[in-house]
C-alpha cells in the first residue's frame, strides 16, 4: 500500500521560511515526477511546483524566486523550501507523486500572518 507522509507545515509570519517534505512508502514504482500542490479557501487547487525523473523543474509564476523543490531518488522524497513567504502563501499543501498513477498526501497547512 503506498502512502505519502507530509511534513513541516506550520505558522510563520510573512518573509519567513518553512520547508515542507513529503516521504513516499510501500511499493510505488517507476517515479515519473513529485510535486506540491495547495489549495486556499474557496479556490481551487494549484500547482506550486514539480520535479520530473530527469530533474527538470517547474514553478507557479506566483511562487518563482522564492519556493525551491528537490527530490532525493533513493529515499522517495520530495521537499519544498519555501522563503520569503506571504500572505497569499496560505493554504493547505498537498504532496503529489506521479508514477502511470497519481499519489496524493493527506495535506499541511501552512499558514503566513501578515
Known amino acids: 500500500q503506498v502512502q505519502l507522509v507530509e511534513s513541516g507545515g506550520g505558522l510563520v509570519q510573512a518573509g519567513g521560511s518553512l520547508r515542507l517534505s513529503c516521504a513516499a512508502t510501500g511499493s510505488i514504482g517507476l517515479i515519473v515526477s513529485m510535486g506540491w500542490y495547495r489549495q486556499a479557501p474557496g479556490k481551487q487547487r494549484e500547482l506550486v511546483a514539480r520535479i520530473f525523473s530527469g530533474g527538470s523543474t517547474y514553478y507557479a509564476d506566483s511562487v518563482k524566486g522564492r519556493f525551491t523543490i528537490a527530490r532525493d531518488n533513493a529515499r522517495k522524497t520530495v521537499d519544498l523550501q519555501m522563503n520569503s513567504l506571504k500572505p497569499e502563501d496560505t493554504a493547505v499543501y498537498y504532496c503529489?507523486?506521479?508514477?502511470?498513477?497519481?499519489?496524493w498526501g493527506q495535506g499541511t497547512q501552512v499558514t503566513v500572518s501578515s
Open positions: 503529489m507523486v506521479q508514477t502511470p498513477l497519481s499519489y
